[in-house]
Nanobody
Framework: QVQLVESGGGLVQPGGSLSLSCAASGLIFDITVMAWHRQGPGMQRELVAA???????YYADSVKGRFTISRDNARNTVYLQMDKLKPEDTAVYYC??????????????WGQGTQVTVSS
C-alpha cells in the first residue's frame, strides 16, 4: 500500500525558516507531480508549490521568492524549504503525489498533514 509520510513543521517566529519533507513508500512504479498544499484556519486547502519529475516547479504567488520545492526521485521524497515565514503562512501543510502503483494507473495520494505555526 502506498503511503506518504511527512516530517518537519512546528512553531517558528516571523522571518524564520522551516523545512518539510514527505517520503512516499510502498510498491511504487512511477511518481509524476509532487506537491505541497496547505489549509489555514477557516480557509480552503490551497496549492502552495508543485514539482514535476523533471524538476519543473510551480509556486503560488503568495510564496514566490520565499519557498523552495525540491525532490529526490531516488528516494521518492519531496521537500519544501520555507524562508521568511509570515503569520499568514500558518496552516496544516499536506503533501500530495501522483503515483502509479501495482494497479497500473496513476492515483493521487495525500500525506497526513503537518502543522506549521508562525507566531511571535
Amino acid at each position: 500500500q502506498v503511503q506518504l509520510v511527512e516530517s518537519g513543521g512546528g512553531l517558528v517566529q516571523p522571518g524564520g525558516s522551516l523545512s518539510l519533507s514527505c517520503a512516499a513508500s510502498g510498491l511504487i512504479f512511477d511518481i509524476t507531480v509532487m506537491a505541497w498544499h496547505r489549509q489555514g484556519p477557516g480557509m480552503q486547502r490551497e496549492l502552495v508549490a508543485a514539482i514535476s519529475s523533471g524538476g519543473s516547479a510551480y509556486y503560488a504567488d503568495s510564496v514566490k521568492g520565499r519557498f523552495t520545492i525540491s525532490r529526490d526521485n531516488a528516494r521518492n521524497t519531496v521537500y519544501l524549504q520555507m524562508d521568511k515565514l509570515k503569520p499568514e503562512d500558518t496552516a496544516v501543510y499536506y503533501c500530495k503525489a501522483q503515483i502509479r502503483g501495482i494497479e497500473g494507473i496513476y492515483n493521487a495520494y495525500w500525506g497526513q498533514g503537518t502543522q506549521v505555526t508562525v507566531s511571535s
